[in-house]
């Protein structure tokens, strides 16, 4: 007795599921997207326009009348990845008070290595595909520098500190937060909210307490006395509130300008 098969039974192949019509807005997000994970994983020079059409499930044709070519894709990824970026770490620097205003950064930074690895990892890999000077990673936090910069000399000015400092000081604490934040993503803890309020810590107390004129000591010196902890919590704290040490600013003078009224 004959015994019906399947068809192509005999061949052993598997029919494809008939792919999704996408718009061509839609199919365009989609190889963004797939070609993220890839430039990512692989860099621009490991990452084929094949390989980007197949994890698509698409033809290369369709991709190259997308993009143009493998540049185009790399240029529109990045070009996508620099303007989350700086709008998130913008938005932080321009609004707010200035202990605020420091934490939003760290946090903006840190959320955007969460939520977007691929893309910060294209970022931080700096092809030189990309077909823009200004985009790469480097050059979002020499923007950055450049806002916290102007911040800063605003701030020593009206503590009585030489602004021609804060160039320095804007570098010094970008960097703190950059490299701080680029350990994170390896490691993943503690949390994001704990790693930026240490941050916070460390910028806030080092800028409310600013020497106006530091100067390198000698072998023979003789640090002083730190209040601890215990120290803080039983002393006796006056009407008006903690102390502040001469020639720093209280945390809510700080950075208060016209601008953030």
């Known amino acids: 007795m004959a015994v019906s098969r399947p068809a192509n039974s005999s061949t052993g192949e598997v029919k494809r599921a008939p792919r999704a019509r996408m718009t061509g807005a839609q199919r365009r997000l989609q190889l963004i997207e797939v070609a993220r994970g890839l430039f990512a994983e692989r860099g621009f020079e490991g990452t084929s326009i094949e390989e980007i059409a197949?994890?698509?499930?698409?033809?290369?044709?369709?991709?190259?009348?997308?993009?143009?070519?493998?540049?185009?894709?790399?240029?529109?990824?990045?070009?996508?990845?620099m303007e989350t970026l700086l709008e998130m770490i913008t938005s932080s620097l321009s609004k707010n008070r200035s202990l605020y205003r420091i934490q939003q950064v760290a946090l903006a930074l840190l959320t955007y290595m969460e939520e977007r690895t691929d893309g910060f990892r294209i970022?931080?890999?700096?092809?030189?595909?990309?077909?823009?000077?200004?985009?790469?990673?480097?050059?979002?936090?020499?923007?950055?520098?450049?806002?916290?910069?102007?911040?800063?000399?605003?701030d020593f000015e009206r503590r009585g500190f030489d602004p021609?400092?804060?160039?320095?000081?804007?570098?010094?604490?970008?960097g703190m937060v950059s490299v701080t934040a680029q350990w994170w993503l390896n490691v993943r803890e503690p949390s994001k909210e704990v790693v930026a309020a240490h941050l916070v810590n460390l910028c806030w107390n080092g800028l409310t307490r600013l020497d106006p004129d530091p100067e390198l000591v000698g072998p023979d010196y003789v640090e002083r006395k730190e209040r601890t902890v215990a120290d803080a919590t039983s002393a006796p704290v006056s009407a008006e509130g903690p102390s502040v040490p001469d020639g720093s600013a209280a945390p809510d003078e700080l950075g208060s300008s016209e601008e953030e009224a």
């Open 54 to 81: 197949q994890r698509a499930g698409v033809s290369k044709p369709i991709v190259y009348e997308h993009f143009g070519g493998k540049e185009g894709l790399y240029a529109v990824v990045v070009d996508r990845e």
């Open 123 to 154: 970022l931080v890999r700096g092809d030189s595909a990309s077909t823009s000077d200004n985009a790469t990673y480097g050059s979002l936090l020499n923007d950055a520098i450049s806002q916290v910069e102007h911040i800063l000399a605003g």
């Open 164 to 174: 021609k400092l804060a160039p320095m000081y804007a570098q010094a604490l970008v």
